[in-house]
């Protein structure tokens, strides 16, 4: 038995659930339009957030003294991160995890005697022998995961019209069907998921599957006024906040704030992807009014009918500075709080953001919406396909229209902290259960590269950052760049070499911090001379000029220096074909320039000025002629373009 109870091994069976009922199964988006749908009353907060998740397990059928272990475990859990240890040491043996209710413990899967044995010793080292069983299934989780997607495949066509549905639940492949598939082909699929290599289970609900535009109810802004500090601001202070409503200006589509993001100084707001179009202005509600002022457009949107398709995007807020509208000042223009409030209006104290959770299966959770306002629920199925949407997430907490993009979150027993989880994609009606997207999984997306959650620990960004742009659009990492240097000259004491044509490329690193970092792949010199050679002053006639050490590493910081560095040195060749091929290369371990920052708010054509900086005779070079100085030095001027524009710079 080890360090937990063994339960039996979950068999292969299809289980077939079928409810006759003379309504439609329908996953309907929480947007607006339509009519009103209808939905329980919000969950009033409690005096703890924890409260509410107790609240929401009773309302499951759980007896209040297994509801309160039940989230004492999961919250033992989260603070242990025994799930992120058991995924390590099982590698690809890793076969999942649920909450079960019936026991108020964590189950964790094990394939093999082998694989019990690591999670037994992980678990004990936890200290969670008496809250945890390891449950003996039939699958690994890669294996559920490579079984669901060859479902997903299969089905693709039924997924898009929206007439079957996937999921992982306990241990095994959960497919759901509408009942106006054919009888002959449901009873295909329920003999081959029968007969396959993962437990699975099917079943059938009464209607055709849709998806049906609800309105929701705008949740008036109760106001409740914090004074000056900077932390809890409340729903309707002018400090962009997780929760609070959203309007897209361009269409009057109303969503809800979800987790913040930042990158650099920059901060993100989280919301669904349909909520806008890339491009689309958002504002936000201050004051029992939406402002006029534009919070920010939507960009890197995911939303659509592709296979591998979700649905979130992210709203850039307006820069920090001192007068700005949405933001403050550095170095804390938003800070890392979430609002509370119920559908009547009524506002609750806001909360702080701890950190990013997991969902695991059967564990309760919460969310907030401008429509629903508060309300908490138990995770049912994780990995979910709906029309051709994946890796959503099935919960049982209410939702309404107007929540979509709102923030998901675990609060561990007996505290305030605020673990966020998801953003709000949809309502599936007939279930009455909502479904969101993972931010883990948002987190994994190319697109949002190097953005990590706006949490208590992170809020206070640097006092002041360096901001690259084109057309006033913030340069990215991994955006290119081309640098144009005039007036290129290595003076020696036996004369000059003057270029007057020179170009870097490169690619831009890190952004929107105390210094700005790129990798410079080259630089080329030429000249109006034979071969486009450079012209000297030397009496060698004209010269060759070749650059070394790269990768280089350019900082560009705040205080207007532009560092150059080599991989150990950067290196400079001079060959002189007209003196019979006479070298001298030059070694300096960096490189530094100068420019005019721009101020917040005016970003100025950046342009870096180098002048005189030494270069010493490099002698580890064997091919150096006699009679090379000992020492050049250069001086030039760089202007840099991006896409084809001019890149600008402007210190916040």
């Not at 394939?111 to 449950?135: F, H, I, P, Y």
């Not at 990215?476 to 270029?499: F, H, R």
């Not at 080259?522 to 450079?534: I, L």
Request: proline share 4%.
């Amino acid at each position: 038995m080890g360090a937990g109870v063994s339960k039996p091994e979950v068999k292969g069976t299809v289980e077939m659930m079928r409810r006759i009922t003379g309504f439609a199964f329908v996953i309907a988006f929480v947007v607006a339009g339509g009519a009103p749908g209808s939905a329980a009353a919000a969950q009033q907060p409690g005096s703890s957030l924890a409260g509410s998740e107790i609240a929401a397990a009773v309302r499951e059928g759980i007896p209040p003294d297994r509801a309160r272990k039940l989230l004492l475990v999961e919250s033992e859990v989260a603070e242990t991160n025994i799930m992120s240890n058991v995924e390590a040491v099982l590698g690809s043996n890793y076969a999942g995890a649920w909450f079960e209710p019936a026991t108020g413990q964590l189950d964790i899967g094990v394939t093999s005697a082998a694989s019990r044995r690591a999670v037994e010793g992980a678990v004990t080292q936890a200290g969670l022998t008496k809250d945890v069983t390891e449950t003996s299934v039939r699958s690994t989780w890669a294996q559920l995961l490579a079984a669901k997607h060859e479902w997903d495949r299969r089905l693709r066509t039924l997924l898009t019209s929206y007439e079957a549905e996937t999921g992982i639940g306990r241990a095994a492949l959960s497919i759901t069907l509408s009942s106006s598939v054919p009888s002959e082909e449901r009873v295909r699929i329920e003999r081959e998921a029968a007969s396959g290599d993962v437990n699975a289970s099917v079943s059938v609900l009464a209607g055709q599957l849709s998806v049906t535009p609800l309105a929701g109810d705008l949740t008036s802004c109760y106001y409740k006024k914090e004074g000056a500090k900077k932390t809890n601001k409340a729903y309707c202070e002018k400090q962009i906040t997780s929760g609070v409503l959203l309007e897209n200006e361009n269409t009057g589509q109303e969503c809800t704030a979800g987790p913040m993001l930042i990158k650099g100084v920059t901060t993100y707001v989280l919301t669904s992807g349909h909520c806008g179009a890339e491009g689309a202005t958002f504002k936000s509600r201050y004051a029992n009014l939406l402002s006029n002022t534009p919070l920010g457009k939507a960009k890197n949107v995911v939303y659509g009918g592709e296979a591998s398709a979700s649905d979130f995007e992210e709203i850039e807020v307006e820069p920090p500075g001192a007068g700005k509208f949405w933001t403050g000042p550095l170095p804390d223009p938003i800070t890392a709080d979430m609002a509370q409030w119920t559908k009547e209006g009524v506002e609750m104290d806001s909360v702080r953001v701890d950190g990013e959770g997991k969902s695991i299966l059967g564990e309760t959770n919460c969310h907030e919406g401008e429509a629903s306002g508060h309300q908490c629920g138990m995770v049912t199925k994780v990995v979910v396909n709906a029309g051709n949407e994946e890796e959503l997430v099935e919960d049982t907490a209410l939702g309404e229209a107007g929540d979509s993009g709102g923030p998901w979150y675990f609060t561990p027993m007996g505290t305030t902290e605020v673990y966020m989880q998801g953003v709000t994609k949809a309502k599936k009606v007939q279930s009455n259960t909502t479904l969101y997207v993972p931010l883990e999984f948002i987190l994994h997306n190319p697109m949002y590269e190097g953005q990590e959650l706006l949490t208590k620990k992170n809020e206070k960004r640097p006092t002041s950052a360096i901001i690259l742009s084109v057309l006033h659009a913030i340069l990215k990492a991994g955006s290119e760049y081309i640098s144009v240097i005039s007036n290129l000259v290595i003076g020696t004491d036996e004369g000059d070499v003057e270029c007057p044509e020179d170009q870097e490329t490169g690619t831009l690193n890190t952004v929107q911090g105390k210094k700005d970092t790129d990798s410079v792949s080259q630089e080329t010199s030429s000249g109006g001379e034979e071969e486009g050679d450079c012209s000297t002053t030397t009496g060698l006639g004209r010269a060759a000029l070749e650059w070394g050490g790269f990768p280089w590493s350019t900082d560009f910081t705040t205080s207007g220096e532009a560092v150059v560095k080599g991989t150990k040195e950067v290196l400079l060749t001079a060959t002189f074909p007209e003196a019979d091929g006479a070298k001298c290369e030059f070694s300096s371990k960096k490189v530094t320039g100068s420019f005019a920052p721009g101020p917040a708010g005016t970003p100025t054509p950046l342009e870096i000025t180098t002048s005189g900086q030494v270069f010493k005779l490099n002698k580890k070079f064997k091919k150096n002629s006699a009679g090379c100085p000992m020492e050049a030095t250069l001086s030039d001027t760089q202007t840099l373009t991006s896409g084809g524009e001019t890149v600008e710079d402007e210190v916040t």
